[in-house]
């Protein structure tokens, strides 16, 4: 290192009186610098450095190859090291999806514990699966798609039902299972006049409490009992079966002001849900079940199952 | 490289291996001081774990733990919960007060007298004495060629300093577990790998801290001697060698009293001998200097022999080092401690300690905290009603089980139940059972007729059924559609 102080302008070194110590040379405005010498153990430290990284490059991926990079020793990889836990955390829940897997879906509610993981469980599917459409909390899009939150349900609301529309899909062609109805285009098709549709959606704005009766509700009366209540019932109060909507409720999936009703029933929209039975295994659907009905409309499971998808009417 | 001929003194190498200190036997006040310091700094460390305080059935009975598995710190009478770990914040912050007040009044006494890194040189020291001998006799086996005798002695010494660094180690993992259980299991292999790895790394540490690298810690690595400077000033107390007493020096022969001819300092070398960072004080404050005063009595013990005043080193401000070398008296200690800086100090860390001690009785034993779901923000029901939800958490901080009841205010018609209820049975409250010393979360629907504010203001309140009357609230938003739409 002589040499390169012997470089500096000054042209050498002095002892400082103060400490005994050579300066390196190097002055600015007056200070000098000291050549004291480092500890070796700091020497030793930065030489266990170099062995650490050289076991580390030799032991790990480090190198980079043209198609990758070395594989390490240890052939540890990230992806390999999820791999694992992955594989560990599916043998960890094993015991509860199995449990759930073989545990009818109207019998999990009496079984806290498992319900509760099956909601969690549910809750992640529905956020890969469910809110593109359902919205995140289950809120649904008005005018497109409903709400899951809510005490109406077009075909049920209790698990059985829950669990039947997710594995069969709405309007989903080609499968015999599917939940399927149409509403027909009065208007489109011109199966009523307009001034019939207009009398018929003052009747159904009279029995939602939104209008006073009137004439026009009155004449619509005699329209809906023809066209109309053979699916939504002699009072609107809808039918599961078919998934004909209440009329009578407050809740309007494409709108219950007077616009929204005459293009509903000029061009209905039968919206459509995709079949994820043949998408989901069977646990997950009955999970994705468990969940829909937590988020706060789960109707009681009908007490006859004879009648499926009808009853329950009651508030949940 | 230069040559040795070379007089500008290039040093021969860059790097310098560390000059051994092997402090002298001394003994004397600050020596005594320094014993009974050690002695309850180590029996704090040491014991604490193991003493034992009762909670009740459902929590640790160990007096401090940190319980880091279930998310709590116990001290005594306190417990501190995640939530309230401002607390800890306001210990750091005395913590750091503390050490600008100390500093302040009796400059680097921490580093002195309670840093561990001084109490574990302190020790190992100790320890090499105890097994080498006195200087003396550790310069010669230092120096001395290797024999059986060396091997046996630095054997015997790693020994004992791998034990001492094993119970240091050994002991900080009590502070996080149950340490009878943990003891047991930590020696039939059944204690978790954490404990093992903690106390390998523990005992590393201290064994080459403390065995080899001790003063080095202090002039190379730690920032304090650095950050201290800043907050010392001229009457702060050091450690001073009183060089207009003790220049110029002379030399007496054993036994003999002093002639008076020349300064006090008979040049000794005790006050070098004894200082466990081998620095020399009459070369002035220095950052090697950790201010433990063993010089003092080094050198109080020399001018006793030779019948001089004791005091030519001796803990001294810069003021009165300044006013005794004209001819003046020091300020009595009294003012040098109780100066406006230290008083300030004093009062700032007083006021946390008291607020501290005031909210720590204040707090309540079952606390509230309420989120409301934003998606949806509200739900509408087929009768037109509106339901929020919201997540409760309960802490119930009791060791104890409890029951509370949820009931809302401030919100007209309302009507609310949880998860395990049904709109069907919905009342104007919910009952919840809380576990011991645990957070219980429940979600609550709160139901009321549409048609209000699109945004209002109500109450949740948490009240616990028992005789305990405390409880908490927590004002939220109620949310609904714009009217009209």
Redesign the interface.
């Known amino acids: 290192?002589?040499d390169l102080?012997n470089q500096t302008p000054t042209g050498?070194?002095?002892?400082d009186e103060a400490t005994g110590t050579?300066t390196v040379g190097h002055e600015w405005d007056g200070i000098e610098e000291l050549?004291t010498?480092?500890?070796?153990?700091?020497?030793w430290t930065f030489y266990l450095t170099i062995v650490w990284a050289l076991g580390y490059v030799i032991l790990y991926p480090a190198w980079p190859m043209i198609d990758g990079a070395t594989k390490g020793a240890l052939g540890w990889s990230s992806r390999g090291q999820l791999e694992q836990e992955l594989a560990a955390d599916a043998k960890r829940r094993a015991p509860t999806v199995d449990a759930i897997a073989a545990t009818d879906i109207v019998d999990l509610p009496a079984k806290p514990a498992l319900m509760q993981a099956a909601v969690q469980g549910g809750g992640a599917a529905f956020r890969v699966h469910c809110v593109q459409c359902h919205?995140?909390?289950?809120?649904g899009l008005k005018k497109l798609y409903p709400?899951l939150?809510?005490?109406?349900w077009l075909w049920g609301g209790d698990l059985g039902s829950i669990h039947y529309t997710i594995t069969n899909g709405i309007r989903n062609p080609d499968h015999p299972g599917t939940r399927t109805s149409q509403m027909p285009a009065f208007g489109r098709d011109g199966i009523l006049e307009p001034a019939q549709i207009a009398d018929a959606v003052s009747f159904v704005r009279v029995i939602s409490r939104q209008e006073k009766p009137s004439p026009s509700s009155a004449r619509g009366a005699t329209v809906f009992e023809t066209n109309c209540a053979v699916c939504h019932g002699a009072g609107g109060e809808g039918g599961r079966q078919v998934g004909a909507p209440?009329l009578t409720?407050?809740?309007w999936l494409y709108g219950g002001d007077r616009d929204s009703l005459t293009a509903t029933i000029n061009q209905p929209r039968n919206g459509v849900m995709p079949r994820w039975g043949e998408r989901l295994d069977p646990v997950t659907i009955k999970m994705l079940a468990t969940y829909v009905y937590?988020l706060?409309g789960g109707e009681k499971t009908p007490v006859a199952p004879t009648a499926k998808g009808q009853g329950a009417d009651?508030?949940? | 490289m230069a040559s040795p001929e070379d007089l500008t003194g290039a040093p021969a190498s860059l790097y310098a291996a560390r000059k051994g200190v092997y402090p002298k036997k001394v003994d004397g006040f600050f020596r005594r001081l320094k014993w009974a310091i050690m002695a309850v700094t180590l029996a704090i460390y040491y014991g604490t774990p193991w003493i034992r305080w009762d909670r009740g059935p459902y929590a640790p009975d160990q007096a401090v733990l940190v319980d880091l598995a279930h998310r709590r710190f116990y001290m005594f009478q306190i417990e501190i919960w995640p939530h309230e770990f401002y607390y800890v914040a306001g210990l750091l912050i005395m913590a750091g007060i503390g050490l600008f007040l100390v500093t302040s009044a009796v400059g680097r006494a921490w580093c002195g007298y309670a840093c561990p890194q001084t109490v574990w040189t302190d020790l190992f020291q100790h320890v090499d004495r105890l097994i080498d001998g006195d200087r003396n006799a550790q310069l010669r086996l230092a120096n001395g060629q290797w024999s059986i005798e060396k091997l046996a002695k630095r054997g015997l010494k790693y020994l004992v300093y791998l034990t001492v660094a094993f119970w240091t180690g050994g002991a900080w993992i009590m502070y996080f577990a149950d340490a009878p259980t943990l003891t047991h299991d930590f020696w039939t292999g059944q204690a978790a790998p954490i404990a093992y790895g903690t106390v390998a790394v523990l005992t590393a540490t201290t064994f080459v801290l403390g065995g080899f690298m001790r003063e080095q810690v202090c002039i190379y690595m730690c920032p304090w001697p650095r950050i201290q400077t800043a907050m010392m000033d001229e009457k702060s107390l050091l450690v001073t060698y009183k060089d207009w007493r003790g220049e110029p020096r002379g030399s007496v022969k054993k036994g003999q009293a002093h002639p008076g001819t020349f300064g006090d300092c008979v040049d000794c070398n005790q006050c070098v001998a004894v200082c466990p960072t081998g620095i020399d004080i009459r070369e002035g404050p220095q950052i090697g200097c950790i201010t433990c005063a063993l010089c003092i009595d080094a050198c109080d013990g020399v001018m006793s022999q030779i019948g001089r005043p004791r005091g030519l080193i001796d803990y001294c401000t810069l003021d009165d080092a300044a006013s005794e070398k004209a001819g003046g008296v020091a300020q009595p200690v009294r003012k040098t401690l109780m100066r406006p800086r230290t008083l300030l100090y004093l009062g700032v860390w007083s006021a946390i300690g008291a607020a501290m001690l005031f909210s720590l009785g204040q707090r309540t034993r079952l606390d509230l905290a309420v989120q409301h779901e934003r998606s949806p923000l509200y739900v509408q029901l087929s009768d037109g009603h509106i339901r929020n939800t919201y997540t409760l958490k309960l802490r119930n901080m009791e060791a104890r089980p409890r029951r509370v009841a949820v009931t809302v205010s401030g919100l007209p018609g309302a009507a609310l139940w949880s998860e395990t209820g049904s709109r069907g049975a919905a009342g104007d409250r919910i009952e919840v059972p809380l576990a011991p010393d645990s957070v219980t979360r429940v979600k609550l629907f709160v139901v009321a007729p549409g048609g209000g504010p699109a945004r209002q203001d109500f109450t949740i309140a948490a009240r616990a059924l028992d005789r305990d009357p405390g409880g908490d609230s927590e004002t939220i938003q109620f949310d609904q559609p714009e009217p009209g739409q």
């Open positions: 290192m002589a102080d050498g070194n002095r002892i050579s050549n010498p480092l500890p070796r153990w700091w020497l919205g995140a909390g289950g809120a709400s939150t809510d005490d109406d209440k409720d407050a809740i937590s706060g009651g508030q949940p």
